[in-house]
């Protein structure tokens, strides 16, 4: 596709359920990063990856969370045992290499509501 | 460890007035800054950027930022606003070196509210 699609666009779950997160980054694009926006957070960053490998997992709250990133393309974002707190939007970008220059194009996130 | 904020979580203005949206920077390198805007239950989509090439950045739908290093500032403007620039805007800094690769940080955004 054109742009970053990620799936499912909303979820609702009970807590204590684990739920996975899709990001399908933009066709050619090594950098893939993962954000998390909440109304107390603001946006913050997560995880990143460049082509399968995660150099920086410091924004991971809590083992709880996980990810990987197969074929440098499609990433999966994993919660385990869910917690209100988790209740965000999670939001995944990619950019087409590594660098702090490198615009970063976003899809429209997945909404996760934790009952 | 770098940080931005966004001046004014609300910004209100009349169809056709300058639009300002303040973000200041803090940063001990040279910062890489950013302005995305949002639409309700969209994601983030990418006005500008500033890269070191030129201070004053154009970015799409008429917005414009002027980096000012001796302000720490990376105001965004608009001559004249119209209905469909309401949206919350999002200031980001990203730096070079260590293990940031290009992550971005984020002010707390402001709402844009446009009046007839």
């Known amino acids: 596709g054109a742009g970053v699609s990620q799936s499912p666009s909303n979820k609702v779950t009970e807590k204590g359920k684990d739920v996975e997160l899709r990001c399908d980054p933009i066709s050619g694009h090594t950098a893939l990063y993962w954000y998390r926006q909440s109304l107390g957070q603001g946006l913050e960053f997560l995880i990143y990856?460049?082509?399968?490998?995660?150099?920086?997992k410091s924004g991971l709250p809590s083992d709880r969370f996980s990810a990987e990133r197969t074929g440098g393309s499609v990433s999966t974002l994993t919660i385990q045992r869910t917690q209100q707190e988790d209740s965000a939007v999670y939001l995944c970008?990619?950019?087409?290499?590594?660098?702090?220059?490198?615009?970063?194009?976003f899809g429209d996130g997945t909404r996760l509501s934790i009952l | 460890a770098q940080s931005v904020t966004q001046l004014g979580s609300h910004v209100s203005v009349s169809e056709g007035a300058l639009v300002l949206l303040r973000c200041n920077y803090s940063s001990s390198v040279p910062p890489y800054l950013f302005w995305y805007v949002q639409y309700p239950n969209q994601g983030l989509q990418l006005l500008l950027k500033y890269t070191s090439a030129a201070t004053l950045v154009k970015g799409i739908n008429g917005f414009e930022a002027e980096f000012k290093k001796s302000e720490t500032s990376f105001h965004l403007t608009k001559p004249s606003a119209h209905m469909s620039d309401a949206a919350e805007y999002f200031c980001a800094v990203s730096v070079s070196g260590g293990t940031s690769y290009g992550k971005l940080t984020f002010g707390q955004g402001t709402i844009l509210t446009v009046h007839p």
């Open positions: 970008a990619s950019s087409y290499r590594q660098g702090a220059e490198q615009p970063q194009h």
């Open positions: 990856f460049q082509g399968n490998s995660a150099p920086d």
